[in-house]
């Protein structure tokens, strides 16, 4: 068999891995500069050509792509109470894939209607109110989006007996009826509109980013690349078929602008004295922290940690730390030339690490009732799973990257936060976990083999 080409468009690089799927190896990977603004092919001819210096020329049986060229899925999205339908329409916003810009809960103004107007998303969700609920505010929001200036797709996933109202208030605009995403107060249906929305990204969003001019190179564009992110780490999780997975785990990707955190395990409470606050967690959970990232959102990991903790961990005077974030967040293509440097960075991968891990991660509270001692918990108690899997070049081409890593874990000064307690490392040393996902999609064996054999097997190959 020829081996098949597995390429991710990104915003600033387009990736490429060359895989034999017959004997399950990795034949070469490489990247090159995202040419979107002229010829996206440019850049992925670039990448090819890098990468056959190592490999030799190579024939290509299949080619298979994601992307996340020129920001990704951009989307907002609207349900009535903040704790059930606008968490559920989140959820399934973020696991489709999209970058999640705004979440609005019960009936839109018409200040929120001028940030739409100005974001201007991709996509709009539109939910509110369980099967036979609330109507009203689901409606309203039709009437107020009917008024936006431009064709927006936009998904109905609410009460569906009022899902065909809101589509005729909407008439002359891109529209689909999904199921409720919540039809039963505290029961999440998210995969019919996490289906939808990657569809629309194929069939619509691909176009607007360029990406059409690659298509005669390709077998199919599939999926967003945090989808196949996600995709491949339920693989790696789950296992296929009668082959196991490594079982629970939760995975980091850092980013110079974003940092996604994904989890795939069950994140029920530990003990029966424990009650769930809110809607349970999807098994299968991805979360996106926009304000995190080691470049173009350096400020945000500052505000978040504060640069006492930045000082701590780098072992540089606050003052010089301030100095330095200062100057990265102006040069965002900077990599680092010096100790100093390279001393601030690790500091700043090790807080966006911890941050976004811990937002992503639910959290313990101890509440005295009249039958005595309770806890509750919100989100999901991930102090089980057994894997931590990192990847993102801030991590794969750090010094200390299993370091950096171990700030994903359980702190003894945040005793609340239910971050893994004992988790192994895995590092994903060679940038393949978005192309283990696509291809997945046609040989889910070949990709579970590669990524045991590349991430969970690496340090013991030794």
């Not at 939760?250 to 009650?275: E, I």
């Not at 006492?308 to 330095?324: F, M, Q, Y």
């Not at 937002?359 to 089980?384: F, I, M, N, W």
Request: hydrophobic share 40%; glycine share 8%; proline share 3%.
């Amino acid at each position: 068999m020829k081996p098949v080409l597995l390429v991710d468009f990104g915003s600033t690089n387009t990736k490429v891995t060359a895989v034999d799927v017959e004997n399950c190896e990795i034949l070469g990977t490489a990247a090159a500069y995202t040419t979107v603004e002229t010829d996206i092919n440019n850049g992925l001819h670039d990448a090819i050509e890098v990468m056959e210096k190592t490999t030799g020329h190579l024939e290509f049986a299949e080619t298979y792509a994601c992307s996340s060229a020129a920001g990704g899925l951009k989307m907002i999205s609207c349900g009535l109470v903040p704790e059930l339908t606008a968490q559920a329409s989140r959820e399934a916003s973020l696991g489709a894939g999209a970058k999640v810009w705004k979440t609005y809960s019960f009936q839109l103004t018409k200040g929120d209607m001028k940030e739409i107007e100005e974001y201007h998303p991709d996509i709009i969700l539109l939910t509110g109110g369980t099967d036979g609920g609330n109507t009203e505010c689901i409606l309203y929001n039709a009437k107020m989006l009917a008024g936006l200036s431009y064709d927006c797709p936009i998904v109905i996933a609410g009460n569906r007996c009022c899902a065909d109202d809101c589509q005729e208030i909407l008439e002359g605009r891109t529209t689909y009826i999904c199921e409720n995403v919540m039809p039963r107060l505290g029961e999440l249906n998210i995969e019919p509109t996490q289906k939808q929305i990657r569809e629309i990204f194929l069939n619509r969003i691909v176009q607007g980013k360029g990406l059409t001019q690659a298509m005669d190179l390709m077998s199919g564009i599939i999926m967003p690349t945090p989808s196949a992110m996600l995709t491949a780490m339920e693989l790696l999780s789950d296992g296929w078929d009668e082959i196991p997975g490594i079982g629970e785990l939760v995975g980091v990707d850092l980013g110079g602008a974003t940092t996604d955190v994904y989890s795939v395990a069950d994140g029920s409470p530990a003990n029966t004295m424990t009650v769930i606050k809110g809607l349970q967690e999807p098994y299968t959970k991805r979360t996106v922290e926009g304000d995190i990232g080691m470049r173009y959102s350096v400020r945000g990991i500052m505000e978040a940690a504060g640069d006492r903790k930045l000082a701590k961990i780098s072992g540089l005077a606050r003052n010089k730390v301030n100095e330095l974030v200062d100057y990265l967040e102006h040069h965002t293509d900077y990599i680092p030339d010096s100790e100093e440097m390279e001393k601030m960075d690790y500091a700043l991968a090790c807080a966006a690490v911890e941050t976004a891990v811990a937002r992503h991660a639910g959290s313990l509270e101890q509440v005295y009732t009249p039958c005595g001692l309770t806890y509750v918990q919100s989100g999901k108690d991930l102090r089980r799973v057994k894997y931590v899997v990192v990847t993102g070049g801030a991590l794969i081409h750090a010094k200390h990257t299993e370091e950096i890593a171990e700030h994903a874990l359980f702190d003894e000064s945040d005793p609340a936060s239910l971050r893994p307690e004992k988790a192994e490392i895995l590092v994903d040393r060679k940038y393949i976990l978005a192309a283990m996902g696509l291809l997945s999609k046609q040989y889910p064996q070949a990709a579970l083999e590669i990524m045991k054999k590349e991430i969970a097997y690496y340090g013991h190959k030794e």
